[in-house]
């Protein structure tokens, strides 16, 4: 276990001691200003006591152990070689517990982003960021907070991690957050909070699917800050869309082509905020993706898609390697505290919108039920003032017809206006019972609708009341996890930089699972004097890996690496 020290050099280039340093102090005289009894809080007065237990967290994965419990029994020789000694679980337990109390998990990300941002991207340049959950699973048989977790399909209890990656995949940060978090609820403040943090524009941000959504689009429209995503619903025809240019070849991948489009549908086009960019094979006619996003001026529609694609080398690849080489899906504490159940409060939230629609489909179909009972009472009026009316002008033509028929004078004029009347008051009677047999079939559809929709109220009703939002579930307590999420990070770096500065050609793919069995677990020896130290390394079996390991002592030698004390750090490969 010699091979390591090229992480404790990357660690002095990458800048990130006096940043923890900082932070850790900072922090400190935060709490011993608000109470004194914090002053016990961090006991670890020297440097090199408080770096001996924070490297013993930092290479828990080199160890090839997961929690400092995992040192319970521990029998390899840990850091030895470091500080002459190997800490065991109880004491790295309290000393992790005494940085939770001193909450410095928060002021830690901030620092180490800062630091890695001007290690890896010097300059004040706008920067592209690609962000993205990791979620790992926290088993319990208590009350959580749930969400849904990919990799195991189902919906249980954990932590979301949202990890900040700039370009070519470097790590720039990570913050811990509940598992029903969600990315339209942060992602908008947490790019400008970086913003300000970093001192330094966004140009834009790339996210999977679940930053697709419209309401995350509105933000950023509002916002006046561009981001890319993609639908997670595929399978849109072309007849859904109205083409805004002409079809172009994607840049890189002249098999494929682009074009920026908009709804068809008059509603969802009127509703729509983001660009559409429709991409699709050549000779096909429907598209196979679409990508959406607030897209920035600068930024061309035939780039759109090799972009978004970036995204899978520069985060994706980069959290699997996490995952695998520093125990990213590892929970660190299981402190709690009793909240409301915001899961239910949710659900109850969703069925009370259901409830309240049902209610107004009722409200409906009550007026439309005494519409219509006040137009059959219209109907039976009017119609009983035209049976009267017609009744009278029956009678009146009636006398008039008996009395021309004794006078003897003519009455064939008056004959026809009696048929004529009693033609009218037929016709009348069959169309008031016309329109009054439509009007009681409405009526009778109504009160059947009616009748349903109750039934479904009194059901909802009843499923909403049968949700529990009164007992309380277990939030978790993510301080403890945002620290150790801060070092699994840093070692992240501390390999990224160690393989792109350090190693040789044949070695700078390596990912940190790999490099942890071949480079940093090696065995060999430490001779050290008052001027250098000088590590060397055991002899390799293969000679490609031997060459490789000279090569890469050469390239590490040529840096000039001090230890903390000053003393100049060597490492070199035995002979085989």
């Not at 660690?11 to 004194?36: D, F, H, P, S, Y």
């Not at 007992?471 to 393989?499: P, V």
Request: glycine share 6%; hydrophobic share 35%; charged share 20%.
């Amino acid at each position: 276990m010699r091979a390591f020290f090229s992480l404790e050099g990357a660690k002095q280039e990458l800048g990130v001691t006096e940043t923890i340093e900082e932070c850790l102090n900072e922090r400190e005289r935060q709490l011993q200003a608000k109470q004194a009894a914090s002053s016990g809080l961090l006991w670890e007065k020297e440097a090199q006591t408080r770096w001996a237990k924070l490297d013993h967290l930092l290479y828990l994965p080199v160890l090839g152990l997961t929690r400092p419990r995992d040192l319970y029994y521990y029998q390899g020789q840990g850091l030895r070689i470091l500080y002459g000694f190997s800490y065991k679980y109880l004491t790295l337990e309290h000393f992790l517990g005494r940085l939770t109390r001193l909450e410095v998990g928060q002021a830690l990300a901030a620092g180490l982003a800062q630091s890695y941002t001007a290690a890896w991207y010097p300059g004040n340049s706008a920067l592209v960021i690609y962000v993205d959950w990791h979620i790992k699973p926290h088993w319990t048989k208590h009350a959580a907070h749930s969400g849904a977790v990919t990799m195991w399909g189902r919906v249980m209890p954990g932590t979301k991690q949202l990890l900040i990656n700039g370009p070519d995949g470097h790590v720039i940060g990570g913050w811990n957050r509940a598992i029903d978090s969600h990315l339209s609820g942060v992602l908008v403040d947490l790019e400008a909070n970086l913003s300000e943090l970093l001192q330094r524009p966004i140009a834009y941000t790339v996210c999977d699917s679940e930053g697709g959504g419209l309401p995350l689009g509105k933000q950023y429209v509002e916002a006046q800050q561009p981001y890319l995503s993609y639908l997670s619903r595929q399978g849109y025809p072309l007849t859904a869309f109205e083409l805004l240019a002409e079809w172009q070849p994607v840049s890189a991948d002249p098999e494929r082509e682009v074009v920026q489009a908009r709804w068809r549908e008059p509603l969802k086009a009127e509703a729509e905020v983001r660009d559409l960019v429709l991409m699709r094979r050549l000779g096909d006619t429907d598209p196979s993706r679409i990508y959406t996003g607030h897209l920035a001026s600068a930024l061309n529609i035939a780039e759109v898609p090799s972009r978004y694609r970036q995204r899978w080398a520069n985060q994706e690849r980069v959290i699997r390697e996490l995952v695998n080489g520093a125990n990213l899906n590892a929970n660190f504490g299981y402190s709690y505290q009793q909240v409301p159940n915001r899961t239910m409060q949710r659900q109850w939230a969703e069925a009370q919108e259901r409830v309240e629609v049902s209610q107004r489909r009722l409200e409906r179909h009550g007026q439309a039920v005494g519409n219509l009972q006040q137009q059959l009472v219209s109907l039976r009026q009017t119609h009983q003032q035209q049976q009267q009316q017609l009744q009278h002008d029956l009678d009146r033509l009636q006398t008039e017809f008996l009395s021309r028929q004794a006078a003897a004078q003519t009455f064939r004029r008056c004959q026809q206006r009696l048929a004529g009347t009693y033609a009218q008051l037929d016709s009348s009677s069959v169309r008031y019972q016309q329109r009054r047999q439509k009007l009681l079939a409405q009526l009778r559809q109504q009160r059947s609708e009616q009748t349903q929709v109750q039934s479904q109220l009194s059901h909802r009703q009843q499923l909403r009341e049968a949700l529990d939002t009164d007992s309380l579930c277990r939030e978790r307590h993510l301080e403890k996890d945002q620290i150790m999420l801060n070092l699994q990070l840093l070692l992240g770096n501390l390999h990224q930089w160690s393989r792109e500065h350090y190693f040789a050609p044949l070695w700078q793919q390596l990912e940190l699972q790999t490099a942890t069995e071949l480079i940093y677990r090696k065995s060999g020896w430490v001779q050290s004097d008052t001027e250098a130290i000088q590590v060397v390394l055991e002899a390799y079996r293969y000679p490609e890996q031997q060459q490789a390991m000279e090569e890469s002592c050469r390239r590490f030698n040529s840096a000039n690496i001090q230890w903390r004390d000053g003393r100049q750090l060597r490492i070199r490969v035995a002979p085989p």
